[in-house]
């Protein structure tokens, strides 16, 4: 029974927590575990029973019970009483159970009702009696036993399968992909459980009070914060995950979910096989046969930057099958409840509508394909606005599910660029569309650089014990701005030479205002990027843009 005050893991019969000593006979409403017991089985009744409490968090408590018809067992996910009345939790955790109810496959749980009882929302789902991959993984721990490499390739690309299905069938990303949300049913089967902090690509909720992941687990983007995740987020935590099957232990550790969050976004992951050799030697040979080639996968699934990292989980989940040999069939199955529900369909030809009805059927049955359109601009990175409803989607190449053929509207927006207005007509929903828009830049008035300061010499100036660019000073991204002062026979300031400049209060070496690089997370950008706030000369993270200005140097 897992401690609501400490969360540590007492023996089921346990009245007081080994750890902290509370008790745990009460939740912090002061009901008994009992009460709850009761007040599901006379709400339920007769179409399931409840029998006791199996585990507790801190957003529902868990109990094991029976369907009765069909006598078998299930679980009963019931909001704790202290959060039952905040609507935010409230919808989140609606959000989990309708989430896998709506997605039919293989290795996502099985949602069977939702419900209310005393106010109180609750969701009933299949029983994993198979335990979590975590359980699995502390066993082997215990026994100094190593995770078997083929077991866990099968595991993870059994997971990434269902991923994939998710990403394409209009979930972003799962967004807490780890051990203790991959259970077992009794065949051996891996599931992926707990969708309550999904992002779905029509969510009305867009943040809580909540911790929204694991940090262990977290990709990058997500440590950030960022609004724009997808399912290469999912990827990179699942490449997280086969790390620490393989090796024992986690990649990133640290005293706080803080401190681990820093480290996904700035620390080097470490090498899988130093990390083995540095523990135990693995001896079974299918590992062995691959090593180099493992390790480089999962170096590719936990790149910082997304778009070095697999595109789709589906790629991940073929390069995985491959080392072990096993045929891996990953083809997108598209949700259509009117598709699957024939009886209706029948119903509706049958019942006089001829020709009408036979066309209505066609159209209701068409396939509608996952991201049928994508806008995109040159350069990418502008935001995309929904002119009709004035909603921000998310920045370019921005991908779309259209349900219905029509024309539509939308503003794309880049710091430096002019505004663009685009319309789109799609025609056919079954087939994907990529729009490309290229934005123009934005004329700007540049301030002449007076001629009597003795200090300027053609553009450049004397300050601080170094030659500092004044004039021409451009907007770019990193990458650009590199090669641009190598070709003007100058390099980037560093953070400090910077600082330097700053400190001798020459004007026009504080201006512009406000970006330099520093540790800015933008993808676009190496890991050595750096971002300063001239104003007092102070560090922040910014990825709204990855456009700064660029000033060069030399001794």
């Known amino acids: ?30 009901m008994r575990p009992d009460s709850d017991v009761e007040s599901l089985n006379q709400h339920l009744s007769p179409k399931f029973t409840v029998e006791k ?16 018809a069909l006598q078998r067992k299930i679980v009963v996910k019931f909001l704790n009483t202290d959060i039952a ?6 919808e989140r955790f609606l959000l989990e159970a309708r989430t896998p109810a709506r997605l039919k496959h293989p290795n996502l749980v099985e949602v069977i009702d939702v419900g209310i009882c005393d106010d109180r929302p609750y969701y009933i789902m299949e029983y994993a009696s198979g335990g979590s991959l975590s359980d699995k993984l502390k066993e082997y721990k215990e026994k100094n036993q190593q995770f078997p490499f083929k077991a866990a390739i099968e595991i993870i690309v059994k997971v990434l399968g269902a991923l994939h299905y998710c990403h394409q069938n209009r979930l972003q990303s799962h967004r ?37 992941g694991t940090a262990n687990y977290m990709s990058p983007e997500q440590c950030q914060g960022r609004k724009d995740i997808d399912g290469r987020s999912d990827v990179y935590s699942v490449g997280i995950m086969l790390f620490e099957l393989l090796s024992g232990e986690l990649p990133f550790k640290g005293e706080s979910g803080l401190s681990i ?19 135990f030697d693995r001896t079974d040979s299918d590992y062995t046969k691959v090593a180099d080639k493992i390790e480089k996968i ?23 099958g491959a080392l072990i040999g096993t045929k891996v069939n990953l083809t997108p199955t598209y949700t259509n409840a009117l598709q699957n529900t024939w009886g209706l369909v029948f119903a509706f030809l049958f019942l006089g509508l001829g020709i009408g009805g036979f066309l209505g059927y066609r159209f209701l049955t068409q396939k509608v394909a996952p991201n049928n359109l994508i806008i995109d601009s040159i350069p990418q990175g502008a935001m995309v606005t929904n002119v009709n409803t004035n909603k ?30 685009v319309t789109v007509e799609i025609t056919d929903v079954s087939k994907p569309k990529t729009e490309r828009f290229e934005l123009k830049k934005e004329e700007k008035l540049v301030e002449p650089i007076p001629e009597n300061n003795p200090s300027i010499r053609n553009g450049f100036i004397s300050a601080g014990g170094f030659i500092w660019q004044s004039s021409d000073v451009k907007r770019m991204n990193w990458y650009a701005a590199l090669t641009y002062c190598k070709n003007i026979g100058m390099r980037l300031p560093t953070k400090a030479e910077l600082k330097i400049g700053y400190d001798t ?6 201006k512009p205002c406000c970006e330099y690089w520093s540790s800015t997370p933008h993808e676009d950008d190496s890991d050595n990027a750096y971002n300063v706030h001239m104003g007092k000369f102070e560090s922040f993270y910014s990825s709204k843009s990855n456009a700064f200005y660029v000033r060069c140097v030399s001794k």
Not at 53 to 68: D, P, R, S, W
Not at 505 to 510: A, H, I, M, T
């Open 1 to 30: 029974m897992k401690c609501f005050y400490c969360g540590f893991e007492n023996q089921e019969a346990a009245k007081f927590c080994a750890q902290c000593g509370n008790s745990l006979q009460t939740n912090t409403g002061g």
């Open 53 to 68: 409490k199996i585990g507790k968090g801190g957003m529902a408590t868990v109990y094991l019970g029976e369907q009765t």
């Open 85 to 90: 009345s905040d609507e935010e939790i409230r």
């Open 176 to 212: 807490d992909i780890k051990p203790a949300n991959i259970m077992f049913r009794e065949n051996g089967e891996p599931i992926i459980v707990d969708f309550g902090i999904v992002k779905l690509e029509d969510a009305s909720i867009t943040r809580t009070r909540m911790t929204m």
């Open 261 to 279: 969050m820093i480290k996904q976004v700035k620390e080097k992951l470490p090498s899988l096989n130093g990390k083995i050799k540095g523990k």
């Open 298 to 320: 999962i170096d590719r699934a936990c790149a910082k930057n997304r778009k070095k990292r697999y595109e789709t989980a589906q790629e991940f989940a073929m390069e995985l």
């Open 392 to 421: 921000q989607e998310g920045v370019t190449p921005n991908p779309f599910t259209i349900q219905e053929p029509g024309k539509l509207n939308f503003k794309l927006t880049l710091e430096g660029y002019q505004e663009r207005l």
């Open 505 to 510: 209060k020459n004007q026009l070496l504080q």
